[in-house]
């Protein structure tokens, strides 16, 4: 995506940007690990995108102020240091807040550091943009990621288990294969399918390019 400044583009259209234009799963097709390894319920989707968007949003917050006294040579070894201080923070507060969860997500939590879609938004938006437009793109893409994994989560769930967030929902035999890794690449298949579907025929006309 082309450098944006805060006069050429709307708050809303950057939160926007982030859940339907460049959705990071959906329509980016990266960081797949976490959709397929974590979302086999909704509580450990939710807790997950959660993280990453508090990751994506103090990443970019933190970069888009200190964009002015980065050196353009030692960008990436700064952008990594401070994705790996703010995905420690996020790592220490989920397993003191929901230990339950950190058992099952943890390891993944602490992999948000490897994430290209973050490294990504350093590069191409926050060192390049006040700290408030910065901050709005950050929530879009952290919000894009969150929605994507709350779908394959409650997808994978109900069909494979009857169950939404462990509540009983339907009466019916679950097709299993879907809670297992397998099932995952399935799920995650069909709803990326639906999904770029959805927005090719509702969305992409009236689209703006940033």
Known sequence: MAEATEEQVSYWELIKN?????????????????????TNNVKNGFFMGLAVVLVQVMVNFTISAMRKFIHQRIRLPI???????????VNLVMDAAVPDVYREV??????????????????????KNRIVPS??????MGTGFFIALMIISAFRELIGKGQLWGFPIIDAKPLLILILPA???????ILMAAFNWVYAKYFSSGGHSH
């Open 135 to 140: 901050v709005f793109d950050g929530i879009g």
């Open 183 to 189: 099932g995952g690449f399935f799920a995650v298949g």
């Open 79 to 89: 952008f990594m240091l401070v994705i790996s201080g703010w995905v420690t923070i």
């Open 18 to 38: 982030g859940i339907l234009k460049e959705n990071t799963i959906f329509r980016l097709a990266l960081s797949l690990c976490p959709a397929i390894a974590v």
């Open 106 to 127: 943890g390891m993944y939590i602490q992999l948000i550091v490897a994430f290209a879609s973050i490294l990504a938004r350093a590069e191409m938006f926050a060192s």
